[in-house]
């Protein structure tokens, strides 16, 4: 399967930890980003990398939030401190970029913060 | 600010009849859309796309219908299956920005 696949697909964590994701985007791809999804809404925009630079940042990103893609391949998304509101689906996609673009999503990781 | 709308949260359709499913957006800027797929517990899944310089796209059961003067696209899935049952989320997008902007998602059931 040549798909975005994210890691873990469950996360249970207690207030105050840190949590760290991982998105492994399909191959060709030069663009990767970072979702949040919480029940009722949809996805909404945290971040994205094109290659390894980080270009743009949500301001839903707040400091606790750190996104890297250290080699242009796989992303980590960390959360510090983490809190009850931070409970939700992170979902990673990626695309080839250019003027016109489809973004593919992985299976998300959910995120619950007890 | 809901720049992207689905005013429809839920829409219940017979097996072999037709889906229509709707979304409103306010930012002009929007010049690509798209619609995902969402079963539970996974992530959304790309169904079909419109640029603003076309009207309609059509692939297979799907097409995809943008009216830019009302703002407004809709999703008509014929004949609509079973397997269709899941959430539809109506996503925008401008070309010198990158990100995906969502709607709130219809949840779309086929009855039998």
């Known amino acids: 399967d040549t798909g975005v696949s994210q890691d873990p697909r469950h996360k249970i964590t207690k207030r105050g930890q840190n949590v760290t994701f991982r998105c492994d985007p399909i191959?060709?791809?030069?663009?990767l980003y970072w979702y949040r999804q919480t029940l009722g809404q949809g996805p909404e925009f945290l971040t994205y990398?094109?290659?390894?630079?980080?270009?743009?940042k949500s301001r839903l990103l707040s400091d606790r939030f750190s996104a890297e893609r250290p080699k242009g391949s796989f992303s980590t998304l960390e959360i510090q401190r983490t809190e009850q509101g931070d409970s939700a689906m992170y979902l990673c996609?990626?695309?080839?970029?250019?003027?016109?673009?489809?973004?593919?999503f992985g299976p998300g990781t959910r995120l619950l913060v007890l | 600010d809901q720049q992207v709308k689905q005013n429809s949260p839920s829409l219940s359709v017979q097996e072999g009849r037709i889906s229509i499913l709707n979304c409103d957006y306010t930012?002009?800027?929007?010049?690509?859309f798209l619609w995902y797929k969402k079963y539970p517990a996974e992530g959304p899944t790309f169904l079909i796309s419109i640029s603003s310089i076309k009207d309609k796209n059509e692939d297979g059961r799907f097409t995809v219908f943008l009216n830019k003067s009302a703002k407004h696209l809709s999703l008509h899935i014929v004949p609509s299956q079973p397997g269709d049952s899941a959430v539809y989320f109506c996503a925008a997008s401008t070309g010198t920005a990158s990100k995906l902007t969502f709607g709130t998602g219809t949840r779309l059931q086929v009855t039998l």
């Open positions: 930012n002009s800027m929007f010049d690509y």
């Open positions: 191959s060709e791809h030069n663009r």
């Open positions: 990398f094109q290659n390894e630079a980080q270009l743009e």
């Open positions: 996609a990626s695309s080839l970029g250019g003027q016109v673009e489809t973004q593919y």
